[in-house]
């Protein structure tokens, strides 16, 4: 379904029940960042009517998962770690070259955006299947449909604005890439790495 070239290694999961407190930390950073994108996408391309719509309900979506990770970080008495860097999205943002027009800017970022939303939604499912604890075992499945409706959602969006057959293309090839950057991930307990 959602087209990954490559998927995690089951093994991914081990790594992160050793260290519940720091995939939390990081899921939670990441959650804001989503809400940072949406939020992105209004400032930069408020023309787009529908999208401005669409990315407001993401972002108070986006914020609202914030929380409730968050939560579940406070209830097992811990504090929000830092932010860090995440290497997978840097990876993954270096792909199309920069420059070209404000559409194709746009389209870019909507791909960027869906790759991203569809490899959280397979971690997400990763561990709602394997996760040794049941209460985030089932936390992590009631996010994973939410997850998988974003990617649609920002791929849909950029075949809208784009030209379908070139857009299709530059999704293809940007899943063989992101595969190619997963090979060297999946060794951490962070959500994309």
């Not at 401005?52 to 929380?67: A, W």
């Not at 993954?92 to 070259?97: G, N, V, Y």
């Not at 397979?122 to 709602?128: A, G």
Request: net charge negative.
């Amino acid at each position: 379904m959602l087209g990954l070239k490559l998927t995690t290694d089951p093994r991914w999961v081990n790594i992160v029940e050793k260290n519940i407190e720091e995939i939390l930390t990081d899921h939670a950073y990441c959650e804001q960042k989503a809400a940072s994108t949406a939020i992105s996408l209004i400032i930069s391309f408020p023309e787009y009517t529908e999208l401005v719509q669409e990315m407001t309900k993401l972002v108070k979506e986006e914020i609202s998962h914030f929380k409730m990770v968050h939560d579940k970080i406070i209830d097992r008495g811990w504090v929000l770690g830092r932010d860090r860097k995440d290497e997978y999205v840097n990876k993954l943002l270096k792909f199309f070259a920069k420059g070209g027009s404000r559409q194709t800017h746009l389209v870019h970022r909507l791909l960027y955006a869906a790759l991203i939303e569809a490899r959280s939604c397979e971690r997400f499912k990763l561990l709602s299947e394997e996760l040794e604890d049941k209460e985030l075992a089932d936390f992590y499945r009631s996010l994973m449909v939410s997850e998988a409706n974003h990617y649609t959602m920002f791929l849909n969006f950029a075949r809208k604005y784009g030209d379908r057959e070139e857009v299709d293309k530059k999704w293809q090839d940007l899943l063989t890439y992101e595969a190619e950057i997963m090979k060297d991930l999946g060794k951490k307990e962070t959500m994309h790495g």
